[in-house]
């Protein structure tokens, strides 16, 4: 397998656009993004070498992140997660839990200086304040969507960016609405839904990247139910 480099965006960003609706600029995923965008700066960690998971002590036990290789990373957010990491074994609930922690702003922010996307100010009812994200220039999400249109429907095989990304959007019960500004329109079908479902259970990458994938789809499939629990509680 050739070795994985960063490109000129991360894979957090690159997620970042696919969740967020072109027109509306609202984002899939909302009660879980911050997992999920943890969980794509995680995987390129594991994609670059840099971090790892301890083997199982026991049938019980959870595995925890470890840090691999040494040196400056390419990217301060990819650097403050890796500094996450090292401060001590982790297991992946806690690692997504504090990498994620106010992930889905910063990433935003960052779009909004590459001039990808715009900040827009409004409020739900008049009164609860939210911050959306138009698109302004797509071309960089267009090429992302051909690629990932590609692999989904015309059967190439995933790279290690587009097999993160889907694997990512289907984990996290987010590829339906990401698929929505396709163009020309990916109608959403059983074959699309299983090939999301074949590359999320797939062997694209190294087996850290495959084992960083399981484990942050299940602290996403864990986050989800306590928020449909909390949600459930106060309702």
């Not at 909302?30 to 971090?51: K, M, W």
């Not at 925890?64 to 040196?71: E, H, K, N, P, S």
């Not at 100010?121 to 138009?134: A, D, E, N, Q, Y």
């Given at each position: 397998m050739t070795e994985y480099t960063s490109g000129d965006t991360l894979l957090v960003e690159d997620l970042m656009l696919l969740l967020l609706h072109d027109e509306?600029?609202?984002?899939?995923?909302?009660?879980?993004?911050?997992?999920?965008?943890?969980?794509?700066?995680?995987?390129?960690?594991?994609?670059?070498?840099?971090?790892?998971?301890?083997?199982?002590k026991s049938m019980f036990s959870n595995r925890?992140?470890?840090?691999?290789?040494?040196?400056p990373l390419p990217d301060p957010l990819l650097q403050e997660a890796f500094d996450v990491i090292a401060e001590k074994p982790r297991s992946g609930m806690s690692v997504l839990e504090k990498v994620g922690r106010g992930l889905p702003k910063k990433v935003a922010a960052r779009l909004v200086e590459r001039g990808m996307v715009r900040e827009e100010?409004?409020?739900?009812?008049?009164?609860?304040?939210?911050?959306?994200?138009?698109a302004v220039n797509d071309s960089h999400e267009k090429?992302?969507?051909?690629?990932?249109?590609?692999v989904l429907a015309d059967g190439a095989e995933p790279g290690p960016r587009s097999g993160a990304l889907i694997a990512l959007l289907s984990g996290s019960d987010t590829l339906k609405p990401a698929l929505k500004d396709m163009d020309p329109p990916l109608p959403w079908s059983s074959e699309i839904r299983k090939r999301g479902k074949a590359i999320q259970d797939g062997e694209w990458g190294a087996k850290v990247v495959k084992d960083a994938v399981v484990t942050i789809i299940a602290v996403i499939a864990a986050g989800a139910s306590a928020g449909a629990a909390g949600g459930a509680a106060s309702s």
């Open positions: 509306k600029g609202n984002v899939a995923g909302e009660t879980v993004v911050n997992y999920i965008l943890g969980g794509a700066l995680l995987v390129e960690l594991s994609l670059l070498g840099r971090v790892d998971q301890e083997e199982k925890r992140i470890l840090t691999a290789g040494d040196g100010k409004t409020k739900i009812l008049g009164v609860f304040p939210r911050t959306l994200h138009p090429e992302v969507r051909r690629e990932i249109r590609a």
